[in-house]
C-alpha cells in the first residue's frame, strides 16, 4: 500500500514522527479487508487486537515522500497472527516491525473467522 507523506505526519524538522510508522501500517493492514469487501471485525465486540510488537527505526522519511508498506504472514495460528510489516521509499528500508495480533470476542480469544483466515492465507 502506498502512502504519501504530509504536513500532519511531520516534526517542527519536516520528518515523520516516529509512531506515524506504526499508523501506516494499521492503515495497510485495514486496506486488505476494505479490498475485498469486508471489515476487521464481525461485531462490535470482536476484533483484533495488538499483543506485541517490536519496532526497529531504521532511516526517515520526509515531508512529501511516497512510502510503500509491505506486510508478510510469519506465523498464522488459530486465533493469532504475527506479521512483518516494513515500510520503504524506493529501495531503501525505513521500518520494521514484527506485530502480533489477536483475535478477540467479548474480550477473550477465540479462532478467528473463516474469511479472515483466508484473507490472510493469501499472503503465505
Not at 509512531?19 to 485495514?30: D, F, P, V
Not at 511516497?66 to 531503501?92: A, H, P
Request: aromatic share 12%; proline share 3%; glycine share 4%.
Amino acid at each position: 500500500m502506498q502512502i504519501r507523506v504530509y504536513y500532519e505526519d511531520t516534526d517542527a524538522g519536516g520528518i515523520v514522527y516516529h509512531t506515524n510508522y506504526i499508523k501506516y501500517c494499521e492503515r495497510a493492514r485495514s486496506e486488505a479487508f476494505f479490498e475485498q469487501g469486508m471489515m476487521p471485525n464481525e461485531d462490535d465486540k470482536s476484533g483484533f487486537i495488538v499483543k506485541s510488537l517490536k519496532c526497529d527505526f531504521l532511516s526517515t522519511a520526509k515531508l512529501g515522500d511516497l512510502l510503500e508498506v509491505k506486510t508478510s504472514i510469519l506465523k498464522l495460528k488459530g486465533s493469532s497472527i504475527l506479521l512483518l510489516q516494513e515500510v520503504y521509499k524506493d529501495e531503501t528500508r525505513l521500518f520494521s516491525m514484527e506485530i502480533q495480533l489477536v483475535y478477540v470476542k467479548a474480550s477473550k480469544p477465540v479462532r478467528m473467522p473463516p474469511q479472515f483466515r483466508e484473507l490472510f492465507e493469501q499472503f503465505l
